[in-house]
T-cell receptor, first 115, second 114 residues
Framework: GAGVSQSPSNKVTEKGKDVELRCDPISGHTALYWYRQSLGQGLEFLIYFQGNSAPDKSGLPSDRFSAERTGGSVSTLTIQRTQQEDSAVYLC?????????????FGQGTRLTVV | GNSVTQMEGPVTLSEEAFLTINCTYTATGYPSLFWYVQYPGEGLQLLLKATKADDKGSNKGFEATYRKETTSFHLEKGSVQVSDSAVYFCALSVLNSGYSTLTFGKGTMLLVSP
């Protein structure tokens, strides 16, 4: 596609429910990143994919968070048993490769609200 | 570890004023440095970058110089416009075990009034 696409754009869920967030990166981009943006907290790194593998999962806040990527393309971030502190904007970015100076292209994000 | 520290906002300026947003960093290794901008209702986008010491990145009238001796990458613009109102993020990228990830600062909101 023309840019990084994320869905849904907004999600309101009840505490304790599971949610899935989707990211469709730019075609041909091999690297994919998930970040979380909370008010006043900047961008918090969650996980990185190179192809379908995730060499760095260090940013996942708890074992309720998981992510996968299939076919070197679409990625889903799953949050199980959501808590109110999970409310944030979840951003996905892709880059052409894993290179040091490669520009990252961001999606518009999914705003998650846990009530 | 890697970290980026930015001045807290919001920064409030009148149109045509001079802008400086401070950014300092710590990194394991030799980082590349970036400024990203997030306009209201839009996704983050790259504003400028610098890949080695003393490099100056520039775009849309914004500039930032990679200062290794002070580990800084301050963003400047000589004359801001209302349309520059946005959140600005300083970031670094360092190779780690064969791959690189972007580490961001907390962002600085800029509000420019006519």
């Amino acid at each position: 596609g023309a840019g990084v696409s994320q869905s849904p754009s907004n999600k309101v869920t009840e505490k304790g429910k599971d949610v899935e967030l989707r990211c469709d990166p730019i075609s041909g981009h091999t690297a994919l990143y998930w970040y979380r943006q909370s008010l006043g907290q900047g961008l918090e790194f969650l996980i990185y994919f190179q192809g379908n593998s995730a060499p760095d999962k260090s940013g996942l806040p708890s074992d309720r968070f998981s992510a996968e990527r299939t076919g070197g393309s679409v990625s889903t971030l799953t949050i199980q048993r959501t808590q109110q502190e999970d409310s944030a904007v979840y951003l996905c970015a892709s880059t052409r490769n894993w290179g040091l100076n490669t520009e990252a292209f961001f999606g518009q994000g999914t705003r998650l609200t846990v009530v | 570890g890697n970290s980026v520290t930015q001045m807290e906002g919001p920064v409030t300026l009148s149109e045509e004023a001079f802008l400086t947003i401070n950014c300092t960093y710590t990194a394991t290794g030799y980082p590349s440095l970036f400024w990203y901008v997030q306009y209201p209702g839009e996704g983050l986008q790259l504003l400028l970058k610098a890949t080695k010491a003393d490099d100056k990145g520039s775009n849309k009238g914004f500039e930032a110089t990679y200062r290794k001796e002070t580990t800084s990458f301050h963003l400047e613009k000589g004359s801001v416009q209302v349309s520059d109102s946005a959140v600005y993020f300083c970031a670094l990228s360092v190779l780690n075990s064969g791959y690189s990830t972007l580490t961001f600062g907390k962002g600085t909101m800029l509000l420019v009034s006519p």
